[in-house]
């Protein structure tokens, strides 16, 4: 958290199928202070400190906005301003900042978070730029303000409708919906496979998905991308799957005895592109060189996905380097 607060990162931005989902960061409801950190030994009670950066929220909250307006997909807003400070907090920015708009609020919050902490939340306002709310005011679209666990099953909801929406959360539920977003169309898929099955019918469930319209996978394809308040967006991607690919490739055994496919490294590839047509912008020769480099490997790995070894060595035989 701290590095990304130095580095001005106030955002993480990961779209996938009809939703995106914006989540503040750093903005995290647990202890980043571990020098703070400390239990009591008499009564076991545990003390922590956080430091949100109000500043971040704000902006977090306005490419919120922005994003809603520009796409017309539904915002939602998933906060729990009654039981969390910050919460609060930066469901009071997100009130303050459509005050003014032509934004339409469907469900709202019972009691209005800017009002409640106007005090603390104009301290944050008094450090933003004057002109931080400049040209707002012919900004519109829908916005639905929700308790943050409601998102969940409304998530689900938007996947399976097609529904296009756009979802503004703290760090930690951020991290929660993300998370369900990219594991979710699994276990869809499967429940249909089972629901043609008791049906007496033996289907496809890749194909019939795909024939639905759904575009969502494993959540292998997610991309991320960390928006700052100067310089350019930073694409990113975890590496978790990647390192537990490679211990188990040290152990001799890629597939852990046929229980696990070889690694997707597509999401690699798509955040190549998206960092480097970012940053060289009407490059057309650039963006066909990095679609064909997409597409050969799809082609390569659209059947049974080759081992880790194998699929680099096929991928470096088939992708010419760029300038040669």
């Known amino acids: 958290a701290p590095l990304r607060t130095q580095a001005g990162v106030y955002c993480n931005v990961r779209p996938y199928g009809p ?11 647990y202890s980043q202070n571990k020098p703070k950190f400390n239990i009591d030994p008499k009564t076991g009670h545990i003390h922590s400190e956080m430091n949100s950066p109000g500043i971040q929220m704000a902006y ?11 796409t017309g997909a539904v915002g939602r807003v998933a ?10 907090i930066n469901a009071g920015l997100h009130a303050w900042l459509i005050q003014g708009t032509k934004f339409e609020v469907g469900r ?20 933003l730029p004057p002109d931080f709310k400049a040209g707002m005011e ?17 998530l689900l909801w938007d996947l399976i409708d097609h529904q296009k929406c ?3 959360a703290t760090d930690l539920d951020g991290d929660r919906l993300t998370d369900l977003m990219a594991d979710v169309s699994d276990p869809l898929r499967h429940f249909g496979g089972k629901l043609a099955k008791h049906l007496g019918q033996d289907v496809d469930m890749a194909k019939v998905w795909s024939d639905m319209g759904y575009t969502t996978g494993n959540g292998r394809d997610m991309t991320s991308v960390m928006h700052r308040m100067t310089g350019p967006a930073i694409h990113e991607q975890t590496l978790g799957s990647a390192d537990a690919m490679l211990l188990r490739l040290l152990d001799g055994d890629e597939s852990m005895g046929g229980t696990k496919q070889p690694y997707d490294p597509r999401i ?7 960092a480097y047509l970012d940053a060289n912008q009407g490059n057309e020769k650039l963006r066909k060189w ?11 790995y659209s059947a049974q996905r080759p081992g880790f070894i194998e699929g680099y060595k096929a991928l470096k035989e088939a992708i010419k380097p760029w300038g040669n």
């Open 108 to 127: 709202k919050y019972a009691v209005d978070p800017f009002e409640e902490h106007r005090e603390n939340i104009e301290k944050i306002i008094a450090l």
């Open 290 to 300: 990095l679609d064909e480099a997409l597409a050969t490997f799809d082609k390569v």
């Open 79 to 88: 906060m729990k301003p009654t039981q969390a400070m910050e919460d609060g």
């Open 60 to 70: 977090a909250n306005r490419l919120f906005l922005k994003m809603v307006h520009e």
């Open 138 to 154: 012919n900004w519109s679209g829908r916005i639905e303000q929700h308790i943050s666990d409601t998102n969940y099953g409304l």
């Open 268 to 274: 690699h590839f798509v955040l190549i592109r998206d």
């Open 166 to 168: 756009i979802v503004l």
């Open 19 to 29: 939703i995106t989902a914006v989540r503040c960061m750093p903005c995290l409801p």
